[in-house]
């Protein structure tokens, strides 16, 4: 393009009447090439390339693991939520014709999905198996355990549960329903404050990241500043002085993040084993979750990002800013 | 070619650098631009390459009026036009190549059709075996050379050089003058600032002479025809 000399044919491509699928090759060849310039250019500043990547990572690091501590208590309480059984206790002295009218209308409920019952003697009888007061309950003269409905929820949020508990409390041979789910509600109440807390970490050590990338390429772009001029004085527009700039926030963000999920996935390892002792003491299946793939590259994505809006960012000031100042 | 309309450039604080300058540069014309130092000559560059804007009067190139062009079309007006610098201003980390090559990057040229360009210029400077080598590793002359090469490689129809023999001997500055003579034979207009009045007068090309600001004469150099 010349706008000075119309006839005049200046730019590569438009020289030789190039196919536009060609043209289509070309940009991405060079964008490319600028790319791997830009990640030699890092590679011939170590230090500094070093230092930023790391405090990349380790910015990166901070939130990656909250998340993930998040996403493992949820699992726990998740699996938790699967217990949130009624246990309705039957009033003495019922008999168990009316109890299997009840356990009927319950197993027609449409709002349960299960109803067992437990009757006084089976209780009793797992009680002395577990308890090991076996011997001394043979001591006892009748049985002071009550007939028991275990009712499961098909909805098994808090609240319906709750909901229906007030409603089969209401049946007139039920003594009294428990519902174990208050500390289930306060379990979710900390996993919701804790994602919350989450969230702010992890905007405000994204905001520092974000700052340090833009002193980083500032310091760059300042080191440069000749070859900016003189780069200018022989017409390179600023979109082309900053592309290399812009593509240096983007390895610096690659590399951050692969630096942050190395760091995760060592730590998981690193606890694996404390976790699977405390596990187990608890009889419990849980398995530390990783990063999934869908995470690792949400990670990777949200690295990259930083990476570009803070170069950008600094770009867009400095780069305009350097003036040639003469011939 | 290029046209100074009544440019009067001024600085804050009341230092009037060009005063009124007017002349005409025909296309494919050859001149100098001459003047003791502050007398004008920078300040006439920086208004055509547009690192400065007049404040008063018009330039215009190719009948463009430059105020009309906006800050990001700049760029592509230095394109047209070949800047040639007192110290060279290479990029001292990069190959001769790489320095000479650097306006046709900028411009989306690529693979044979750059090198072709590149070893094409640096051919008529005569540094076609320095190609590999890192301007350090060269003299001042070829330092100026590879400079040149730059400003041309992309085939400008206006070059511009600020003081070109500046830190050359005189054998040596008659090389550099030859190459613009060069250029200026294949239809190239040529504008060279100097202060070496002895190799202005003997080259016999138009001299525009600047005092103060003001010019002073537009013309062959009268007093130096004389033998010396």
Not at chain 1, 68 to 79: A, E, G, I, P
Not at chain 2, 74 to 95: A, C, E, K, S
């Amino acid at each position: 393009m010349s706008i000075l000399f119309s006839g005049r044919v200046s730019s590569g491509a438009s020289a030789h009447k190039i196919s536009f699928g060609r043209r289509f090759i070309m940009f991405w060849v060079n964008h490319v090439r600028q790319a791997l310039f830009s990640l030699g250019e890092l590679w011939r500043t170590p230090s500094a390339s070093i230092l930023t990547i790391g405090v990349l990572g380790v910015s990166l690091t901070l939130p990656a693991t909250l998340h993930l501590l998040v996403k493992n208590v949820q699992q726990v309480s998740d699996s938790f939520t699967q217990a949130a059984e009624i246990s309705l206790f039957i009033k003495d002295g019922t008999d168990d014709r009316q109890i299997n009218s009840l356990l009927k209308i319950l197993q027609a409920d449409n709002d349960i999905a299960r109803v067992t019952h437990i009757s006084k003697q089976q209780a009793l009888d797992e009680f002395a198996d577990v308890s090991g007061f076996g011997a001394a309950l043979t001591y006892l003269t009748d049985n002071p355990l009550p007939d028991v409905l275990l009712v499961l929820p098909k909805n098994t949020s808090a609240g319906s549960a709750r909901q229906l508990l007030e409603r089969l409390s209401k049946e007139r041979i039920v003594e009294f329903g428990k519902l174990d789910i208050d500390w289930l509600t306060r379990l979710d109440a900390i996993v919701g404050l804790l994602r919350q807390a989450v969230l702010v970490i992890a905007i405000l050590l994204l905001g520092a990241v974000l700052l340090i990338i833009g002193n980083t390429i500032r310091l760059s772009i300042m080191s440069k500043k000749d070859e900016i001029e003189v780069m200018k004085l022989v017409g390179a527009t600023d979109a082309f002085i900053q592309r290399p700039f812009l593509y240096s926030g983007v390895w610096f963000g690659v590399f951050g993040g692969l630096l942050a999920f190395l760091i995760v996935e060592a730590m998981l390892w690193w606890l694996q084993g404390a976790i699977g002792s405390v596990t187990s003491l608890y009889d419990s299946d849980f398995r530390l979750m990783a990063f999934s793939v869908t995470e690792f590259f949400s990670l990777m994505l949200l690295a990259v990002l930083l990476g570009l809006t803070g170069s950008y960012l600094s770009v867009r000031r400095h780069i305009s800013a350097i003036e040639p100042t003469g011939p | 070619m290029l046209e100074f309309d009544q440019v009067s450039k001024s600085y804050p604080g009341g230092f009037v650098a060009l005063d009124r300058v007017s002349f005409k540069l025909e296309k494919g014309e050859m001149a100098f631009l001459t003047g003791h130092s502050g007398a004008g000559k920078s300040t006439l560059l920086k208004l055509i390459s547009l690192i400065e804007r007049p404040s008063v009067g018009r330039v215009l190139i190719n009948d463009v009026d430059l105020s009309r062009i906006r800050r990001p079309h700049i760029p592509y007006v230095r394109r047209d036009i070949g800047i040639i610098f007192q110290n060279h201003r290479l990029l001292m980390n990069h190959t001769v190549f790489d320095n000479v090559a650097l306006p046709l990057v900028i411009e989306g040229f690529s693979g044979k059709d750059m090198v072709k360009r590149v070893h094409a210029a640096l051919d008529k400077v005569g540094l076609l075996d320095k190609v590999r080598c890192l301007p350090q590793t060269l003299s001042g002359g070829e330092q100026q050379r590879v400079g040149i090469a730059r400003a041309v490689v992309n085939k400008p129809p206006l070059l511009l050089a600020d003081e070109p023999t500046g830190n050359l001997d005189p054998d040596l500055s008659k090389d550099i003058m030859r190459v613009f003579e060069a250029f200026n034979q294949v239809g190239v207009s040529v504008l060279v600032a100097t202060h070496d009045l002895g190799l202005v007068a003997r080259m016999k090309y138009r001299t525009l002479t600047l005092k103060q600001g003001k010019m002073i004469n537009d013309g062959l150099l009268q007093y130096q025809e004389d033998p010396l």
